[in-house]
């Protein structure tokens, strides 16, 4: 049974910090890549950022200097250090792992809100 199992959500104020963590059983993990999504209300759920199995990284635009994703094929999880957040970064974020576009599995999401 694969498991994706996000944490680290939460509310934190305009210019804090977070640190997603997403679990993954059930697959081998590094040969998947490995993305976070967002959705907030009322909008698409859309990338944040994602890292191939070999490591490579993309960014949205939205996270190219504030995000960092990364990942431990030892502990199969991946993370992502969000830093100066904003309100409009509140939203549900996702765990994805993708090994093709016909094979791809999701976590449950994990809420994050920002605001003071």
């Known amino acids: 049974q694969v498991q994706l199992v996000e944490s680290g959500g939460g509310l934190v104020q305009p210019g804090g910090s977070l640190r997603l963590s997403c679990a993954v059983s059930g697959i081998t993990f590094k040969r998947y890549a490995m993305g976070w999504y967002r959705q907030a209300p009322g909008k698409q759920r859309e990338l944040v950022a994602s890292?191939?199995?070999?490591?490579?990284?993309n960014y949205a635009d939205s996270a190219k200097g504030r995000f960092a994703i990364s990942r431990d094929n030892a502990k199969n999880t991946v993370y992502l250090q969000m830093n100066m957040l904003k309100p409009e970064d509140t939203a549900i974020y996702y765990c994805?792992?993708?090994?093709?576009?016909?094979?791809?599995?999701w976590g449950q999401g994990t809420q994050v809100t920002v605001s003071s």
């Open positions: 890292i191939t199995s070999g490591g490579s990284t």
């Open positions: 994805n792992a993708r090994f093709s576009t016909t094979l791809t599995y």
